[in-house]
Each structure stands twice: as structure tokens, then as C-alpha cells.
Nanobody, 123 residues
Framework: EVQLVESGGGSVQAGGSLTLSCVAS????????MGWFRQAPGKERETVAA???????TYADSVKGRFTISQDNAKNTLYLQMNSLKPEDTAMYYC?????????????????WGQGTQVTVSS
């Protein structure tokens, strides 16, 4: 059974930092891309960052220069380092996996999702 388990969320003041982790288990093959997504109350889910199996990455314009996505294949763990956090970053953050080739920036193409971890940034 495939499982994605996020951790690392919390409450922080604007300008602070958090690191999210996502441990993946149950995959018997190499996943094509992994991503971080977020959804704020009353808003649509949006892509934050994604990483392809070759190491290439993509970011939402709103987080470029502040967030960094990375993965440790030996630990089956995906990370999201978030710096210079802003109140508008407040959301539930989800990690997801997309086993097959294709666009990694489209959350609608991801097959497996974690339960989410809440990030709250106060001003």
C-alpha cells in the first residue's frame, strides 16, 4: 500500500522558516515526480513546487527564491524548505506522487496524496 506522510507544519511569524517532510512508502518502482501543493480555506489547491526523478525542479512564482524542494532517495523522503514565510503562505500543505511521465506542475495529474500538514504564518 502506497503511503505519503507529511510532517513539519506549524505556526510561525512572518519572516520565519519551516521545513516540511514527506516520507513515501509502498512504491515498488521509481516515481517520475513528487510535488508539494497547498490549499487555503476557500481557495483552489495550487502547486507549490515539484521535482522530477532527474532532479529538475519547478516552482510557483509566488515562492521562487524563498522555497526549496529536495528529496533524499535513500530515505524515501521529500522536503520543502520554506524561508521568508508570509501570511499568504498559510495553507494546508500536501505532498503527492505522480508515477508516470508527464507534466509535474499540474496537481490534477497526481495519483497519490498525503493527509496534509498545516502551515500558519502570522503577521
Amino acid at each position: 500500500e502506497v503511503q505519503l506522510v507529511e510532517s513539519g507544519g506549524g505556526s510561525v511569524q512572518a519572516g520565519g522558516s519551516l521545513t516540511l517532510s514527506c516520507v513515501a512508502s509502498g512504491f515498488t518502482y521509481r516515481v517520475y515526480c513528487m510535488g508539494w501543493f497547498r490549499q487555503a480555506p476557500g481557495k483552489e489547491r495550487e502547486t507549490v513546487a515539484a521535482i522530477v526523478s532527474d532532479g529538475s525542479t519547478t516552482y510557483a512564482d509566488s515562492v521562487k527564491g524563498r522555497f526549496t524542494i529536495s528529496q533524499d532517495n535513500a530515505k524515501n523522503t521529500l522536503y520543502l524548505q520554506m524561508n521568508s514565510l508570509k501570511p499568504e503562505d498559510t495553507a494546508m500543505y500536501y505532498c503527492a506522487a505522480k508515477p508516470r511521465r508527464g507534466l509535474c506542475g499540474d496537481y490534477g495529474l497526481y495519483n497519490y496524496w498525503g493527509q496534509g500538514t498545516q502551515v500558519t504564518v502570522s503577521s
